[in-house]
Structures are given as C-alpha cells and as structure tokens.
C-alpha cells in the first residue's frame, strides 16, 4: 500500500500571475507564495476553519485534501536496513 500525504488546493476568484488553481504543502507555505491581500483571509482563522471543512471567501475556496501516492523502493539502493 502507498502512504498519503496532505496537500492544500487554494482556488482563487481572481488571478495571481495568471492563475486561478495553487497547490501547497502546508497551509504556512501558501503565504510564503501569494499575498494576504490576494488571499484574504489570515493564517490563524485559516488553521480554525479548515479542521472542519473547507474554506470559502470572497476571494478564494481553500480546500485540504490528500495525495495518494504509490509506494516505490527507489532511493533505497544501497542501504542497509535489512
């Protein structure tokens, strides 16, 4: 089985540089990307609202989903953790 991993999708109304869908792997990450003011929303009301469902403003839908992702033995050649 594969190991899952959070990821946060923000879909802005407007675009920033030309576009509207951003990925981030930590909500903290996405204010070191876009801008309070093109997000508008803060870090702290963020954390409260989105431990029960996603986030939608006037200026974006922030949503936290998961990434599935398939269990690969790459990177483990010449280890030994037999």
């Known amino acids: 089985m594969g190991y899952n991993q959070k990821i ?3 879909e802005l ?3 920033y ?8 792997g930590s909500m ?4 070191q990307v876009l801008p ?4 508008g929303v803060q870090l702290a009301t963020l954390w409260t609202h989105l ?10 839908t922030i949503r936290k ?7 690969t033995n790459r990177g483990r050649y010449g280890r030994s953790d037999k």
């Open 8 to 10: 946060i999708h923000v």
């Open 36 to 39: 309070l003011e093109v997000i």
């Open 28 to 31: 903290a990450a996405i204010y």
């Open 17 to 24: 540089q030309g576009k509207k869908h951003w990925y981030f």
């Open 13 to 15: 109304n407007e675009p």
């Open 51 to 60: 431990r029960e469902s996603d986030y939608v403003g006037r200026k974006c």
């Open 65 to 71: 989903g998961v990434l599935h992702r398939l269990k």
